[in-house]
Protein backbone atom coordinates (compact mmCIF):
# COMPACT_ATOMS: atom_id res chain seq x y z
CA UNK A 1 0.00 0.00 0.00
CA UNK A 2 1.55 3.52 -1.25
CA UNK A 3 0.09 6.54 1.11
CA UNK A 4 1.09 10.04 -0.24
CA UNK A 5 2.54 12.62 -0.03
CA UNK A 6 3.97 13.09 3.18
CA UNK A 7 3.95 15.22 4.58
CA UNK A 8 -0.08 16.21 3.09
CA UNK A 9 -2.23 18.91 3.40
CA UNK A 10 -5.18 19.17 1.58
CA UNK A 11 -5.11 15.27 0.77
CA UNK A 12 -4.11 11.76 1.14
CA UNK A 13 -4.10 9.52 -1.71
CA UNK A 14 -4.09 5.57 -1.44
CA UNK A 15 -3.01 2.85 -3.81
CA UNK A 16 -2.93 -0.66 -3.03
CA UNK A 17 -3.15 -3.87 -5.35
CA UNK A 18 -5.27 -7.35 -3.84
CA UNK A 19 -4.13 -10.82 -6.07
CA UNK A 20 -7.75 -12.05 -5.02
CA UNK A 21 -11.26 -11.03 -5.10
CA UNK A 22 -11.47 -9.64 -1.06
CA UNK A 23 -13.30 -7.39 0.79
CA UNK A 24 -10.97 -4.40 2.46
CA UNK A 25 -11.57 -1.29 5.09
CA UNK A 26 -9.42 1.41 5.57
CA UNK A 27 -8.86 3.54 8.54
CA UNK A 28 -7.38 6.47 9.87
CA UNK A 29 -5.96 5.75 13.35
CA UNK A 30 -4.36 8.79 15.47
CA UNK A 31 -1.42 8.34 17.55
CA UNK A 32 -3.03 7.05 20.34
CA UNK A 33 -4.09 3.73 18.65
CA UNK A 34 -7.64 5.28 17.86
CA UNK A 35 -9.41 4.61 14.81
CA UNK A 36 -10.56 8.56 14.15
CA UNK A 37 -12.34 8.04 10.72
CA UNK A 38 -13.69 5.52 7.87
CA UNK A 39 -11.30 6.16 4.58
CA UNK A 40 -13.06 3.38 2.19
CA UNK A 41 -14.58 0.26 2.93
CA UNK A 42 -15.28 -2.56 -0.07
CA UNK A 43 -14.45 -5.63 -1.97
CA UNK A 44 -12.35 -5.45 -5.43
CA UNK A 45 -9.72 -7.66 -7.08
CA UNK A 46 -6.62 -5.84 -8.91
CA UNK A 47 -4.95 -2.22 -8.59
CA UNK A 48 -7.38 0.22 -6.15
CA UNK A 49 -6.53 3.93 -6.37
CA UNK A 50 -8.22 6.85 -4.20
CA UNK A 51 -7.95 9.81 -2.27
CA UNK A 52 -9.21 11.65 0.87
CA UNK A 53 -9.37 14.78 2.62
CA UNK A 54 -6.76 15.82 5.33
CA UNK A 55 -8.63 19.47 5.48
CA UNK A 56 -10.46 18.13 8.86
CA UNK A 57 -7.95 16.45 10.76
CA UNK A 58 -5.40 18.56 13.33
CA UNK A 59 -1.57 18.47 12.42
CA UNK A 60 0.01 15.64 13.57
CA UNK A 61 1.36 11.77 12.59
CA UNK A 62 -1.51 9.18 11.81
CA UNK A 63 -1.68 6.03 10.29
CA UNK A 64 -3.51 4.74 7.58
CA UNK A 65 -4.69 1.09 8.37
CA UNK A 66 -5.83 -1.14 6.21
CA UNK A 67 -8.07 -4.77 7.46
CA UNK A 68 -8.82 -7.69 5.41
CA UNK A 69 -11.11 -10.17 7.13
CA UNK A 70 -10.65 -8.00 10.30
CA UNK A 71 -6.82 -8.74 10.84
CA UNK A 72 -4.48 -6.11 9.93
CA UNK A 73 -2.79 -6.33 6.59
CA UNK A 74 -0.93 -2.81 5.94
CA UNK A 75 -0.11 0.11 8.20
CA UNK A 76 1.44 3.42 6.54
CA UNK A 77 2.35 6.21 8.86
CA UNK A 78 1.50 9.94 7.54
CA UNK A 79 2.08 13.17 8.60
CA UNK A 80 -0.99 15.81 8.29
CA UNK A 81 0.61 19.41 8.00
CA UNK A 82 -1.24 22.68 7.96
CA UNK A 83 1.69 24.92 6.32
Given at each position: MKVFPNP???SI???FQLTVQDSFTIFLVDSKGQKI???REGSSQGKNSFSFSAKGFPQGAYYVVMERKKICKFVSK???SKN
Amino acid sequence: MKVFPNPATNSIAIKFQLTVQDSFTIFLVDSKGQKIALIREGSSQGKNSFSFSAKGFPQGAYYVVMERKKICKFVSKVMISKN
